[in-house]
């Protein structure tokens, strides 16, 4: 029990002073270091839409004669998309594939893909193929570099039909 | 005047009572703080994805002695929130507060959690340094784990031309939107408490404050480095208090990160379900012919478990006349009420005293019975009737020939009267304690009593007799031999004054009021056995 008056201030001093004490250290340190210092990181991203399973085809007369006025579109369409798959190949040693299944309860939706690679920083031969069709077994895309990454570099391999398929940013 | 005796705090009453008793309403003040610094921030800020680095970083270095302050001050009393906010939870937890009356919020707290951590959050992306840069992708990658998003939610932080003022736009609103309902959710979170506690006191706000502005000073919170998603951040100074989700992400899975913080969740809103939090309590109950709906009670009650209802009695001649009704699942059973009622009167003429709204486990009644009993059974001049209670200082350690000790649920529940009974009695004077008002277990106990003492609450104590016959002395667990020094002291001053008028009448009579069989000063416990 303490009962100077002195000591009781000092006690609560202490307090507040701990108190600032825990806010400031944990509030910047340990430090973190997110990635090894020779590292570098491919992130795989993208979001595209696989080809339609069916192809489209004309209506006969017939088929439309059945049809409400209103909806007599001649082409009819399955909804469905054909899932994407994806394959990486670092230095000739794939590290990485994936089938995106298209989203939506009618698989009508666009495939979403977001995958982080973690490699050495370095030169790399970098091979990526896409397929997004649901016939054949060759890739409708393909891309191959070779890529020189410094550490911590970030680099992105994206999609894009309209801008030529796989893209490296 | 009531000698109202001051014993000092310890250390360990330091450690145990005063800060720890107060963690929720420095909530509420760190709450404030950052309200008050982030409108000046807002303000200021330039909250394009360009600007807003530089104008940070302007703030930061040019304006250091108001703009830099402010922000240090911002991120410090963030981090000071969540700090007392999870260690006001640990002590609720292990004080086991969660259950019966406290079920309400302790359920409406677990949100707050999430909405302090999701703005927390919120605000390192809103800098754009590395730092936030950090949190974003990492957030990001975290919530694109659960299929909510279209387009995963990571693209918007795949390259520099993804991230767009348009999301940063929504970013701000959610970090002002979120911490809005953070303050509509602190609100039903007090709604059971009656008169919570939203600030604290006065000493402890301005030293935390104090302690805050300094570290502001001494340490001023600065910017990472601009945000370049081209590159992964070196090594980064981390607020461990808010994003210690990402490094542990990044060692597990989102995966795991998920389900531990869905399981923490799920654990905390099932907790107040779960057998073992169950009681049985011996809640207050209400007599109606005794209850003149004098709303005492109502206001008294620290858990605003009354609710005053029309009273069944009601007639043409008095129509608007209310009964009080205690809401069972949210009484804590701690009495206050029993000694708020005018009904509780010792005096009253009635062979039974039945009062208004009363303890099953300890009536007053009982009460009335064994203070008469134990009076008569000391011994000397100097008789002293002590009333405390079960989660103070123990009364048991001032027991003697002279004093006799009560141990009541909550000192809240002795209605003033009982005082200047005990001195009709013979009683040369009466000792009052029980837990701190810091520390009182059913947070408003020691205060009413010592207004309600002190003649500035109803029901007032009369002062017939010599005021300096009270003394009034909190004291917490550990304190008894300070409480001891205090009763030796208000001892000697009372064997200065003339003896009471009952044991000069029974003087004169010949008759002594002891019996020595049960001449025990003892303490008494919650079911009854005073
Ligand atoms: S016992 Fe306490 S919590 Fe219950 S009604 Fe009375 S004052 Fe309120
Ligand atoms: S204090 Fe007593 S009389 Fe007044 S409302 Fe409550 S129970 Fe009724």
């Known amino acids: 029990m303490v009962k100077s008056k002195p000591l009781a201030w000092l006690a609560q001093g202490l307090l507040y002073a701990l108190f600032a004490l825990i806010i400031g250290t944990f509030s910047s340190w340990p430090k973190y270091r997110h990635l090894a210092p020779e590292q570098a990181l491919i992130k795989l991203s993208f979001t595209h839409h696989g080809k339609r399973v069916e192809d489209c085809r004309q209506r006969t007369p017939e088929e439309l004669a059945k049809l409400p006025p209103n909806m007599r579109a001649p082409m009819q369409c399955q909804r469905e998309r054909s899932p994407v798959t994806v394959e990486v190949d670092l230095d000739g040693q794939r590290i990485y594939r994936h089938v995106a299944a298209p989203s939506g309860l009618s698989k009508d939706g666009a495939s979403t893909v977001y995958q982080r690679l973690e490699m050495l920083a370095g030169e790399h031969r970098l091979a990526v193929r896409l397929k997004d069709s649901a016939g054949g077994s060759d890739f409708d895309y393909r891309r191959e570099e070779t890529v020189t990454l410094k550490p911590g570099q970030v680099l992105v391999i994206d999609f894009n039909a309209e801008k030529g398929g796989i893209t490296l940013l | 005047m009531a000698h109202t005796q001051k014993i000092p705090p310890a250390i360990p009453y330091l450690i145990r009572g005063y800060p720890w008793q107060h963690l929720g309403s420095l909530g509420f003040l760190f709450f404030w703080l950052i309200a008050v610094t982030g409108f000046y921030l807002f303000a200021v800020l330039d909250t ?194 808010y994003l210690f989700l990402h490094p542990l992400m990044y060692v597990s899975s989102p995966a795991s990160v998920w389900t531990l913080i869905a399981g923490i969740t799920l654990f905390l809103l099932l907790l107040p379900f779960l057998p073992s939090s169950r009681r049985v309590p011996s809640i207050a109950v209400v007599n109606p012919d005794n209850c003149n709906g004098c709303r005492r009670c109502f206001d008294d009650c620290p858990y605003a478990a009354i609710v005053m209802v029309p009273h069944p009695q009601a007639t043409i001649v008095k129509p608007g006349l209310q009964l009080a009704k205690v809401m069972p ?196 416990t919650a079911d009854g056995q005073i």
């Open chain 2, 48 to 241: 394009s994805v360009e600007g807003v680095y530089s104008s940070i970083v302007w703030l930061t270095r040019e304006q250091w002695y108001l703009g830099g302050i402010i922000r240090s001050l911002h991120r410090y009393a963030a981090d000071a929130f969540i700090l007392v906010t999870l260690l006001h939870l640990t002590r609720e937890f292990l004080l086991g507060r969660y259950g019966g009356f406290r079920r309400f919020s302790w359920l409406t707290g677990v949100p707050l959690l999430w909405f302090a951590y999701i703005s927390g959050i919120g605000g390192f992306w809103l800098n754009w340094d590395q730092l936030g840069q950090f949190s974003a992708v990492a957030s990001a990658e975290w919530l694109d784990w659960l299929p909510i998003f279209a387009t995963p939610f990571t693209r918007n932080f795949l390259t520099a031309a993804a991230v767009s003022d348009r999301l940063f736009t929504l970013l701000v609103f959610v970090h002002i939107g979120v911490p809005l309902l953070l303050i509509f959710g602190l609100w039903f979170h007090v709604q059971r408490i009656n008169r919570a506690e939203v600030f604290p006191p006065r000493a402890l706000g301005i030293g935390a404050l104090a302690a805050l502005l300094t570290l502001a000073l001494a340490l001023p919170v600065v910017s990472q480095g601009k945000a370049d998603l081209a590159v992964v951040p070196g090594p980064l100074a981390l607020d461990w208090f």
């Open chain 2, 329 to 524: 699942d949210l009484c804590a059973s701690c009495g206050i009420c029993a000694g708020s009622c005018p009904s509780s009167t010792p005096f009253r003429n009635v062979p039974a005293l039945v009062t208004g709204i009363d303890m099953p486990q300890l009536p007053v009644e009982a009460l009335r019975q064994a203070l008469k009993l134990r009076l008569a059974a000391l011994e000397g001049d100097t008789r002293i009737v002590v009333f405390g209670c079960d989660h103070g200082a123990s009364v048991e350690a001032l027991s003697g020939a002279d004093v006799a000790g009560f141990s009541l649920i909550c000192t809240g529940m002795l209605p003033p009267s009982f005082v200047d009974y005990a001195w009709r009695e013979g009683a040369a004077g009466v000792l009052v304690t029980g837990c701190r008002d810091s520390a009182c277990a059913f947070r408003l106990g020691s205060r009413w009593s010592e207004q309600r003492l002190l003649g500035l609450r109803e029901p007032r104590l009369r002062f017939n007799a010599a005021r300096e016959r009270l003394c009034i002395a909190w004291a917490d667990p550990g304190e008894e031999p300070e409480l001891l020094a205090t009763l030796t002291d208000f001892r000697r001053r009372l064997a200065t004054f003339a003896p009471p008028p009952v044991l000069q009448a029974n003087r004169l009579d010949g008759i002594s009021p002891n019996t020595p069989e049960t001449n025990a000063g003892t303490g008494g």
